[in-house]
């Protein structure tokens, strides 16, 4: 295993390295192509987003040559989809390194095309905060007219005793993720959901339409959230719940008594 991290660390710097060297070339040869007939500041920016754009259309090429990742669990260093889920995470690395990342989500258009680079199913009507944490975009589906809030997590793989899970995520058109909502792998959200500031979804969790999910909520695995249903604050619903009836503030549903 820690031989692993090493050529992880090793794989990594060279991939960045060779991306970031050809963007960057690539922006200093359209600077000085533009510097004779433009004004400096003017080159310059062009110069910058040409370079940008290099590494964006890098990625995206890098990342249709590879295998797709399928959900599921699957021993790490052992199993083929383990390595190529390495591979696309190291392509992540290189298109969002943290000050890059946040200047991308600061653009719409360049939010989108990196996302749909890195496999994202998001559609442009989407708007995330430029601070949302998004990791596996390839198992990343949103809808048009979705919400992500300030410091929202969003991902679709966590480890767990030597096993890689991976999961898709899907939040349906309309719903809100308000500020600082954690969502795991494998959960789906459907339309016109509202969840609130703080909430924690788990894995393979399924919030059908029209739900609101109270702030600090926290709905644990497996469980399913019928249509129409208003989740009180800081809810605490166990695993494996089908809850099909509003709660109250701070209560704790088993899936006896959802």
Same mark, same amino acid.
């Given at each position: 295993?820690?031989?692993?991290?090493?050529?992880?660390?090793?794989?990594?710097?060279?991939?960045?390295?060779?991306?970031?060297?050809?963007?960057?070339?690539?922006?200093?040869?359209?600077?000085?192509?533009?510097?004779?007939?433009?004004?400096?500041?003017?080159?310059?920016?062009?110069?910058?987003?040409?370079?940008?754009?290099?590494?964006?259309?890098?990625?995206?090429?890098?990342?249709? &040559?590879?295998?797709?990742?399928?959900?599921?669990?699957?021993?790490?260093?052992?199993?083929?989809?383990?390595?190529?889920?390495?591979?696309?995470?190291?392509?992540?690395? $290189?298109?969002?390194?943290?000050? &890059?990342?946040?200047?991308?989500?600061?653009?719409?258009?360049?939010?989108?095309?990196?996302?749909?680079?890195?496999?994202?199913?998001?559609?442009?009507?989407?708007?995330?905060?430029?601070?949302?944490?998004?990791?596996?975009?390839?198992?990343?589906?949103?809808?048009?007219?979705?919400?992500?809030?300030?410091?929202?997590?969003?991902?679709?793989?966590?480890?767990?005793?030597?096993?890689?899970?991976?999961?898709?995520?899907?939040?349906?058109?309309?719903?809100?993720?308000?500020?600082?909502?954690?969502?795991?792998?494998?959960?789906?959200?459907?339309?016109?959901?509202?969840?609130? $500031?703080?909430?924690?979804?788990?894995?393979?969790?399924?919030?059908?339409?029209?739900?609101?999910?109270?702030?600090?909520?926290?709905?644990?695995?497996?469980?399913?959230?019928?249509?129409?249903?208003?989740?009180?604050?800081?809810?605490?619903?166990?695993?494996?719940?089908?809850?099909?009836?509003?709660?109250?503030?701070?209560?704790?549903?088993?899936?006896?008594?959802?």
């Amino acid at each position: 295993m820690k031989l692993g991290l090493v050529v992880f660390d090793i794989l990594s710097l060279l991939v960045i390295a060779s991306l970031w060297g050809l963007s960057i070339w690539s922006g200093v040869y359209v600077y000085h192509y533009l510097c004779v007939s433009l004004w400096m500041p003017v080159a310059l920016v062009i110069g910058c987003l040409a370079g940008v754009l290099t590494l964006i259309v890098q990625v995206g090429v890098l990342h249709r &040559l590879l295998p797709r990742v399928r959900p599921g669990r699957y021993p790490m260093l052992k199993h083929p989809m383990f390595f190529i889920w390495v591979v696309r995470f190291i392509l992540q690395r $290189a298109l969002f390194p943290p000050v &890059l990342e946040v200047l991308l989500f600061q653009f719409n258009v360049l939010r989108f095309l990196s996302l749909r680079a890195l496999g994202a199913k998001v559609s442009f009507g989407a708007s995330m905060s430029s601070d949302v944490t998004v990791l596996d975009p390839w198992l990343l589906e949103v809808e048009d007219g979705a919400t992500m809030g300030t410091g929202c997590l969003v991902s679709g793989h966590f480890v767990d005793r030597g096993q890689l899970i991976l999961g898709t995520v899907k939040i349906g058109a309309g719903t809100l993720l308000a500020a600082r909502v954690v969502v795991a792998p494998g959960t789906t959200i459907g339309k016109n959901v509202r969840v609130l $500031a703080g909430a924690m979804i788990g894995t393979d969790v399924t919030i059908e339409d029209d739900v609101i999910v109270g702030a600090d909520a926290r709905i644990e695995t497996h469980s399913v959230i019928e249509q129409g249903v208003t989740i009180g604050a800081s809810t605490f619903l166990h695993k494996g719940v089908r809850l099909t009836r509003d709660t109250q503030p701070l209560e704790v549903i088993h899936p006896s008594t959802d």
